[in-house]
């Protein structure tokens, strides 16, 4: 079952609607007890890492997700600051993160960003798998997302990215590690190529 985490932020009811679109069975997740069915987990964000973080914590799903993902090795998708949230600390805030990776958010270098607006990184951009697998099935070299952030994930452990796009410099936008994913654009807003990630993340 795709469980979609409402905690208050990111536009829950458009996952919703595509997994309903493709006649894929989801639910929305707002207290522990509705996570018991979930076999694919998504964590979206939208806003500040601290706020995320305690909305999080304060919807008493957090040690539940803990046991889903780090005992019961569920799938998860992050999407945006639900990505970043997997990270351990944020440079946006000094609340932890759920530390299910080994890396830290950091603040675009706004002096190598070309252009009058220089952040937030917002619009179209190209994704660049190294692999196209998992995720990135039948996607093809054209996939284009659509990204809305000023800060980026950064894992220490280089064989957990999954894809990189540029913005003033290379970094990830997608990453794994085993059953743990995480993406920096919206899905839910990218069209066709975000469809069929959703998708991909529902058959894995």
């Known amino acids: 079952m795709i469980t979609i985490v409402d905690y208050g932020l990111g536009n829950i009811q458009a996952f919703a609607n595509i997994y309903k679109r493709l006649d894929i069975p989801v639910n929305v997740a707002r207290k522990a007890d509705d996570l018991a069915d979930a076999t694919h987990i998504i964590l979206p964000g939208v806003g500040a890492f601290d706020w995320a973080m305690a909305r999080l914590e304060g919807s008493g799903m957090r040690a539940t997700l803990d046991r889903l993902i780090l005992r019961d090795k569920k ?11 997997m990270a351990l600390s944020s ?5 932890p993160g759920l ?19 220089r952040l937030p990184h ?18 093809g070299e054209e ?9 980026y994930f950064e894992p220490n452990d280089p064989t957990d990215v999954l894809a990189q796009t540029e913005y003033g410099e290379r970094f990830a936008c997608a990453v794994k590690r085993g059953h743990i994913f995480g993406i920096q654009c919206h899905p ?10 959703l ?5 894995l």
């Open 75 to 85: 799938y998860v998708l992050g999407i945006c600051v639900g990505m970043q949230m």
């Open 91 to 95: 440079d946006e805030g000094t609340a």
């Open 99 to 117: 530390g299910w990776f080994d890396a830290k958010v950091k603040r675009f270098d706004e002096t190598r960003i070309q252009g009058r607006t």
């Open 122 to 139: 917002m619009g179209w951009n190209d994704v660049k798998p190294h692999s196209t697998t998992d995720l990135f099935q039948k996607l």
């Open 143 to 151: 996939a284009r997302f659509y990204f809305l952030h000023s800060y």
């Open 188 to 197: 839910e807003k990218s069209h066709n190529w975000g469809i069929q990630l």
């Open 199 to 203: 998708k991909n993340f529902a058959e």
